[in-house]
């Protein structure tokens, strides 16, 4: 594969010309993640033979580190912990990054040949971001305390720092220059960024480049020799994220744009190569039989997306949540989207859409009679559950009014169509984590026959996510997440509250959707990984914990969804990677 070299302006740059180049890639990694928005760029080390990535599971971040001579990938760390702002040492000898769980906070290094995380920087009461080690085991670092802002140096082995520059705030991702008389970093006004570099003895600063967006790992690099800083970002008037090379002495920057994807992260090597973590992504929705196996994508067309599949009671459509994805915007606007099935669980056509609100349509689902379409939807910035009438032309009703601020999954029916189950949490429902709340629906109307309730979850202290009405519509299976430890754990309560029932937890890793009861209501099928890699969907036997993988292949299969008689998974198939490669 090759990539395009475009030579054009960042704001604030003198205009130029294009030049495109064709060469070839050398692809140091590729790293599957566990989730599509939360994937992280890779990061190589100078010399280009090991790539570090961070992973993130259960409220915690993973570090797995590839060899680049082996392509093998070993995640080593195992304890949970916060995880971020991950570097290389100079040398490349050990993983550098900030942890910031509060009991743990600091600076600390991971040793990739054993595994072995030390903390070198310990702030106290203050807290740290954007760590940088320098050869003579120096650390830079962002310090915050109380209202003060600084950009300091801790000593090795000492606590205290000195200040390098006083009243930083408003700095991200300050990067000493390999001289050691500037600092160069980003800084935030009205949601844009500009890059501006400060001479560190005078305070003399200038700006390079204005009005860039940028994404969730933000970082800067100096070219080894000082001439140049690179960075990933979205220009003005731009829908990808791009790298950039932005020479210190004022000249046009250059564009570094690959296969036209997102590119998340440039590292300039040792060597003076490039190296660019580009960011692949596919969704879309899968048939495969219940008895396992690989699923086969029945919706994938052009640049359309599809994900959280349900059925229609007749078994003869399928309903998933359909977006046209870019990293730049991420998805709000979701719709409904519905594909036929013949009598053999073929498409019959194309995909066309089932609903088309002006706002986010999230997790379809038929009522029993097939009357009825319940649906997650977000307006005036809370989550509720509505309901609209299938295939009918009047505008959807709300029946949960949350208020501003609340989180709520996807709705399920009960078997006799008169109670919707859904999982809600955070504001304004005060001490609500996750809780797992049933809505009674008037069947002939499709309105709320009452308020939203609370399931009782007797001694359950913790996160509930997820639910799902057995087949009989005696029990909800929910997912929670331990108040105590983050563990999760899947589990079955009586409809109408009770003491839920541990089926199986995870030691790491955990479910990405809500569990599904298979037909006959004696197992329950789940979605999850081992902290990387892609997710597969699995099933555990309610009564003896025996579980067994259901689905396999490379690109992940998740959100099962169960057909009416039972034989057949729909799932998401998903996958989230990145690669990172030397382009010159």
Do not use: K
């Amino acid at each position: 594969m090759s990539r395009g070299l475009v030579a054009m302006p960042l704001l604030l740059a003198a205009a130029c010309g294009s030049n495109i180049e064709e060469i070839s890639d050398v692809v140091l990694a590729r790293h599957v993640h566990t989730d599509l928005y939360d994937a992280y760029p890779g990061i190589p080390s100078p010399a280009a033979d090991r790539v570090v990535f961070a992973d993130y599971a259960a409220d915690s971040r993973s570090l797995t580190v590839y060899e680049v001579a082996t392509g093998a990938g070993r995640m080593l760390t195992g304890t949970p912990a916060g995880r971020s702002r991950v570097t290389w040492s100079p040398d490349g000898s050990r993983v550098v990054y900030v942890d910031r769980w509060s009991g743990s906070h600091g600076v600390w290094t991971l040793d990739p040949n054993t595994g072995e995380e030390a903390r070198i920087v310990d702030p106290g009461d203050a807290r740290v971001d954007y760590p940088r080690l320098l050869a003579d085991g120096t650390v830079t670092a962002l310090r915050y305390s109380g209202a003060d802002t600084a950009w300091v140096a801790y000593a090795p082995g000492l606590g205290r720092a000195t200040v390098l520059v006083d009243g930083a705030g408003g700095w991200v991702a300050p990067v000493r220059s390999p001289d050691g008389r500037e600092a160069a970093y980003l800084r935030f006004a009205d949601g844009l960024a500009a890059l501006a570099v400060t001479e560190i003895a005078t305070g003399e600063t200038r700006t390079l480049a204005a009005g860039l967006r940028l994404g969730w790992d933000r970082r800067l690099e100096w070219s080894p020799a000082g001439a140049a800083l690179y960075l990933a970002a979205v220009a003005a008037g731009d829908s990808l994220f791009a790298g950039w090379r932005v020479p210190i002495d004022g000249s046009p920057a250059e564009r570094l744009e690959y296969d036209g994807r997102d590119v998340l992260a440039v590292t300039p090597l040792a060597d003076g190569r490039i190296a660019l973590s580009v960011y692949h992504t596919r969704t879309a929705v899968g048939l495969v039989p219940a008895t396992g196996g690989e699923p086969t994508d029945v919706t994938t067309a052009g640049s359309t997306s599809a994900f959280l599949p349900s059925w229609h009671p007749d078994g003869g459509a399928l309903g998933f949540i359909t977006f046209s994805w870019r990293r730049v915007r991420m998805p709000v606007d979701f719709d409904l989207g519905v594909l036929d099935l013949d009598a053999e669980g073929a498409p019959a056509g194309p995909v066309r859409a089932l609903l088309a609100e002006e706002h986010e349509d999230y997790g379809a689902a038929w009522s029993p009679d097939g009357r009825w379409l319940a649906f997650h939807g977000h307006l005036e910035q809370s989550d509720d559950i509505w309901l609209v009438r299938a295939g009918g032309s009047e505008r959807p009703t709300r029946l949960t009014r949350f208020g501003r601020g609340a989180d709520t999954g996807e709705p399920d029916w009960a078997p006799d169509g008169r109670t919707l189950a859904f999982s809600s949490h955070g504001p304004p429902v005060e001490e609500n984590p996750g809780s797992v709340y049933t809505v009674a629906v008037d069947p002939a109307t499709g309105r709320a026959a009452g308020d939203p309730v609370r399931v009782p979850l007797d001694g359950f202290r913790g996160s509930a996510m997820g639910a799902r009405f057995s087949p009989d519509g005696e029990r909800l299976a929910f997912y929670g997440r331990s108040r105590e430890d983050g563990r999760v754990t899947v589990y079955t309560v009586p409809a109408a509250g009770g003491t839920p029932a541990a089926v199986i937890s995870f030691a790491n890793g955990e479910p990405y959707s809500a569990p599904e009861w298979s037909a006959d209501g004696v197992s329950l099928f789940y979605s999850r990984n081992d902290g990387f890699g892609p997710f597969q969907v699995w099933r555990v036997d309610i009564l003896t914990g025996a579980t067994e993988q259901v689905t396999t292949g490379l690109l992940g299969a998740l959100q099962p969804s169960v057909s009416p008689d039972g034989r057949t998974l729909a799932v998401t198939m998903r996958e989230a990677a990145i690669e990172v490669l030397i382009t010159f």
